[in-house]
């Protein structure tokens, strides 16, 4: 019998599955795996280093999206044989006992194709296949078999049945649970009855075998519920998850605790069916991942209901939730209760406007053609679309034609009702008002809908922008077209074109609240504060519990002069994250008040290494008598920044000292700065005036007084009067 750890178990995630997402599947089966014994599980991501090395017309194909990958790379001989070969060399070289594979809709024939140059190349390695196509509601497990390449397929669940198969075969049992396979006479053997795992029991994923570099915008994975609890007659995940369970939310916690901390997280897609379960629930989990202080955005696909409220959205705004779908499938409601969906039309609408007006990019999924839709509940949901236009992104409308799914309730009742199948698309409606011509025509004039509302809008390009999963995927040429502009004119520092660009954005979108959070901070550049804290408050209005945007409106009122208001959205945006920023805003606040910043300064230099906040604790340390460490932070920070201002704090702390020759280089280095500003030509002017060289003196006092601000004008003058003075005695 082989020990667990000489049993090589490779997994392979096979193409084309996307770019930019991380494979839950693979790296959830290799932690399960490691964590009982089989610590020689590794995993080959042969998707994305086929992803760069194809030809680049391809690459706009590559991923999850079935109907395109079918009409581009399936027709032209995907994967080649010398791709096959590389996948299969490297996976030989790992000397393997056991294969696994994971199959997609799109991975399928890539899969076939490894498995049999595996098989004519080592007959002893077991294949065997997993994932959402091995499920009878799609290829299924009969038809993998029949190729005569895979030896075992495992359906549902994979974690406790593939280790199980792996404790049989390396043991050498013949005790199969949770599979399929072929015994002795070529007969399939198996049932779709599987074990139901306590989600808790499953490790955090493994992403330690994939590389992350080759990922664009790498988008980690991770899952806190499995199946749903509703009933909707389409779908079929109860069939592929059974019964539904949770990962506890503590749980939830650690595992994303112990992933941030083994990786550089900042985009995790939470691919639930439904993560707002309860109200309760989502904001419990969005208090933990704010508590955390965890620095990443997420994507997560929910439920509408009325407990999705303008708080809750705000909640999760702030932990990071950036995306977040719905399955609104329609905006008639007689189509709803004959979905079975279990909500009302009403309840979607408020839905969609809290998370809008939260910041969050509510994506939606319509349902083109139910077999119980009519022309009167098309009109409806286009009109819903219509209304809603404004809150909407035309990157986040999905919509198909109804698949009906050979294990769905639905399929059932249009059996029962005597509907005559095709395939899941292609199905022949028992009377004349929704036969598939009339699907066609719907799917047709909603295109056409869409481009109207929308305009710029490509439905051939809308899944390929969807699936990026990023903010930077948006297309909608009116106010993202400005605010396109907008950022080209900051890095330009045009700042009156920026802001006229980001105030039509605003007029074309004013629910998109981030753009009001843009233009407060452009207003603040420009010094215009009574403007931008219009808008601040406007946007904190909707997004209340945003960290950034309270030190932003600290930042405002602290210029304003309000330092008592500043300094309570200092201490807000600390309550919710601790900042270097809102410490430095605190203990410039106590400054100014004449209070000790000693503090404030030294946590925000400890959370971020920032020469001006380094200068200010330096000021501190001297208002305190602690001149030693004055005096070196100032020498530290100067490796890293040739401020004026920290080389004239040194040279007056030499000069203090009797060093005059020391303060000298100082203030001369002072002037050689790229921005010296008017206190740095002061300081030298009245330290040349100690050392008698007055002509030098007069000039630099007068390039202080060039660039001095108005109030300090009489002040250097009298400086410059008494040098001229000493001047002409000399």
């Known amino acids: 019998m082989k020990n667990k750890n000489q049993f090589n178990i490779v997994l392979v995630v096979p193409p084309c599955l996307g770019y930019d ?50 009409n581009s790379l399936k027709d032209h001989n995907f994967p080649d044989e010398l791709e096959i070969k590389k996948c299969t060399e490297n996976i030989q070289s790992k000397s393997p006992d056991i294969v696994g594979i994971s199959l997609f809709s799109t991975t399928v024939d890539a899969s076939i194709k490894l498995a049999k140059k595996l098989k004519s190349e080592n007959p002893k390695i077991k294949i065997i296949f997993g994932g959402p196509e091995c499920s009878p509601a799609c290829t299924g497990p009969e038809k993998l078999l029949k190729t005569g390449v895979v030896d075992f397929v495992c359906v549902g669940e994979g974690e406790r049945s593939f280790y199980e198969l792996c404790e049989s075969l390396r043991s050498g049992k013949s005790e199969f649970k949770g599979v399929y ?47 749903c609890p509703y009933q909707c007659d389409f779908c079929d995940d109860r069939i592929v998850w059974r019964k539904f369970r949770t990962v506890s939310v503590s749980k939830v916690i650690k595992d994303l605790s112990y992933l941030v901390k083994n990786n550089d997280i900042k985009r995790i897609f939470f691919c639930d069916s439904i993560i707002n379960i309860t109200g309760e629930r989502i904001r419990e989990l969005a208090n933990g991942i704010i508590k955390k202080q965890f620095m990443f955005e997420y994507y997560c696909q929910g439920r509408i209901g009325e407990f999705m409220d303008g708080y809750t959205f705000k909640l999760m705004y702030n932990s990071g939730c950036r995306i977040m779908t719905f399955g609104i499938e329609s905006f008639s409601q007689r189509l709803l209760d004959r979905m079975e969906k279990n909500c009302k039309q009403e309840t979607a609408v408020e839905t969609i406007i809290n998370c809008a007006r939260s910041g969050i990019i509510p994506k939606v999924s319509l349902i083109i053609g139910h077999p119980y839709e009519r022309w009167i509940d098309y009109f409806r949901t286009v009109v819903g679309i219509w209304k809603l236009k404004h809150y909407l992104n035309s990157s986040y409308i999905w919509y198909s034609e109804c698949f009906i799914s050979k294990h769905s309730s639905l399929r059932e009742k249009l059996v029962k009702e005597g509907l005559n199948f095709t395939d899941g698309t292609h199905w022949k409606r028992w009377s004349n008002f929704n036969t598939y011509f009339i699907r066609r025509v719907r799917m047709k004039l909603f295109d056409y809908f869409m481009k109207f509302s929308f305009p710029g809008f490509d439905s051939s390009k809308n899944a390929f922008d969807e699936a990026k999963w990023s903010l930077n995927s948006e297309i909608e040429p009116e106010y993202i077209r400005y605010r396109l502009k907008y950022k080209e004119m900051l890095k330009l520092q045009k700042y009156p074109e920026a802001q006229q660009a980001l105030k039509i954005a605003i007029r074309k979108n004013p629910f998109y609240m981030v753009l009001y959070f843009e233009m407060a901070a452009l207003l603040v550049k420009t010094n215009k504060m009574p403007e931008a804290m219009s808008y601040i408050e406007k946007y904190i209005s909707h997004v209340f519990v945003n960290p950034e945007a309270f030190i932003l409106f600290g930042q405002i009122l602290y210029s304003s002069g309000n330092l008592i208001r500043a300094k309570e959205k200092f201490l807000k945006s600390i309550e919710l994250k601790k900042t270097a920023q809102a410490y430095k805003g605190l203990g410039m606040c106590a400054d100014s008040n004449g209070e000790k910043s000693f503090e404030y300064y030294k946590e925000s230099f400890e959370l971020e290494s920032d020469p ?36 004239c704090e040194l040279g007056y702390d030499r000069l203090s000292n009797g060093k005059t020759e020391e303060a000298g280089i100082y203030f001369k280095k002072a002037v050689l700065t790229k921005c010296p500003d008017f206190n740095t030509y002061y300081h030298l002017a009245e330290f040349l005036k100690l050392t008698g060289e007055y002509e030098k003196g007069i000039e630099f006092m007068n390039k202080a007084l060039d660039v001095s601000p108005e109030e300090e004008k009489s002040r250097i003058n009298e400086k410059l009067n008494d040098i001229v003075a000493l001047c002409e005695k000399g």
């Open 21 to 70: 997402m991380l494979p839950l599947g693979a790296a959830s089966l290799s932690a399960y795996m490691k964590g009982n014994g089989y610590l020689e599980t590794s995993i080959i991501d042969w998707n994305i280093e086929y992803f760069h090395r194809i030809d680049s017309k391809y690459k706009k194909f590559w991923f999850q999206h079935s109907y395109l990958y079918k």
């Open 181 to 227: 396979y072929k015994d002795s006479a070529d007969c399939i053997i198996g049932n779709f009855s599987i074990t139901v795992i306590d989600l808790d029991e499953i490790p955090p994923p493994d992403f330690s075998d994939f590389q992350l570099d080759l990922y664009d915008r790498p988008v980690f994975t991770y899952q806190t519920t499995r199946s």
């Open 612 to 647: 001006d906040t380094g200068f200010l604790l330096a000021l501190s340390y001297k208002k305190e008598g602690n001149m030693e460490n004055f005096r070196n932070l100032l020498l530290d920070i100067l490796e890293h920044d040739i401020s004026g201002k920290i080389n």
